[in-house]
C-alpha cells in the first residue's frame, strides 16, 4: 500500500522556520519526482515546490522562492520542505504528493502549519 | 498564473449526470493535455480522479470521465452516487515560461 506520511507542522510566529518531513512506503520512491502542496483554511489548493527523483531539478513558486527550499533522501525515503521567513499567508495544510504522468498520484496525509503571534 | 475558474458549487440526484467545468488560458489549459481532476472529502487528502484531460487511474470508476475544448476541461460524473459528494479540484500544467502548476478553485458538488 502506498502510504506518505507528513510530519513537522505545527505554531510558529511570523518570521520564524519550520521544516517538514515525509516519509514514503509502498512505491519506489526513489523513481518519483515529488511535489509539495499547500492548502490555506477554506482555500483551493496551491503548488509551491518540484523535485526530481535524483534533486537535479528544483522548481518553485513565486509565493515561497527564496524563502522554502526542498530536499530529499532517496536512501532515506524522504521528502523535506524547510521554510523560513513564515508569514500569516504561509497558514495551510502542506501536502507531499508523489506524481507522475504529469498528475499528483500519490497524497500524505496533510501537516498543518500555523503562523501566528 | 491566476487560478483556474470553476464553478463554486454544482448538484444533482442519485443516478443523474452532472459536468463541471475548468477555464485556463491558452497559456495553461489551451497550450497543454495535462489536465488532472482531484475528489476531495472533508478533511481528507485530494484524491486523483483524472489524468492528461481524460485518462483514469486503475480503481477509479469508469462513471469519471474528462474532456477538453480550448481553453476550458470539464469532468462528468455520470450514475451520481451519495459518496461523491465532495470538493472537485481541476489542475493544469502552466509552464511556457518556467515549471509552474495552477489549479482552480474547487467545486463543492452536493448529492441530493
Known amino acids: 500500500e502506498v502510504q506518505l506520511v507528513e510530519s513537522g507542522g505545527g505554531l510558529v510566529q511570523p518570521g520564524g522556520s519550520l521544516r517538514l518531513s515525509c516519509v514514503a512506503s509502498?512505491?519506489?520512491?526513489?523513481?518519483?519526482?515529488m511535489n509539495w502542496v499547500r492548502q490555506a483554511p477554506g482555500k483551493g489548493l496551491e503548488w509551491i515546490s518540484y523535485?526530481?527523483?535524483?534533486?537535479?531539478?528544483?522548481f518553485y513558486a513565486e509565493s515561497v522562492k527564496g524563502r522554502f527550499t526542498i530536499s530529499r533522501d532517496n536512501a532515506k525515503n524522504s521528502l523535506y520542505l524547510q521554510m523560513n521567513s513564515l508569514r500569516d499567508e504561509d497558514t495551510a495544510v502542506y501536502y507531499c504528493?508523489?506524481?507522475?504522468?504529469?498528475?499528483?498520484?500519490?497524497w500524505g496525509q496533510g501537516s498543518l502549519v500555523t503562523v501566528s503571534s | 498564473q491566476s487560478a483556474l475558474t470553476q464553478p463554486a458549487s454544482v448538484s444533482g440526484s442519485p443516478g443523474q449526470s452532472i459536468t463541471i467545468s475548468c477555464t485556463g488560458t491558452s497559456s495553461d489549459v489551451g497550450s497543454y493535455d495535462l489536465v488532472s481532476w482531484y475528489q476531495q472529502h472533508p478533511g481528507k487528502a485530494p484524491k486523483l480522479m483524472i489524468y492528461e484531460v481524460s485518462k483514469r487511474p486503475s480503481g477509479v470508476s469508469n462513471r469519471f470521465s474528462g474532456s477538453k475544448s480550448g481553453n476550458t476541461a470539464s469532468l462528468t460524473i455520470s450514475g451520481l452516487q451519495a459518496e461523491d459528494e465532495a470538493d472537485y479540484y481541476c489542475?493544469?500544467?502552466?509552464?511556457?515560461?518556467?515549471?509552474?502548476?495552477?489549479f482552480g478553485g474547487g467545486t463543492k458538488l452536493t448529492v441530493l
Open positions: 489542475c493544469s500544467y502552466a509552464g511556457s515560461n518556467t515549471f509552474d502548476w495552477v
Open positions: 509502498g512505491f519506489t520512491f526513489s523513481t518519483y519526482s
Open positions: 523535485i526530481s527523483h535524483s534533486s537535479v531539478t528544483i
Open positions: 504528493a508523489g506524481d507522475s504522468n504529469w498528475s499528483f498520484d500519490h
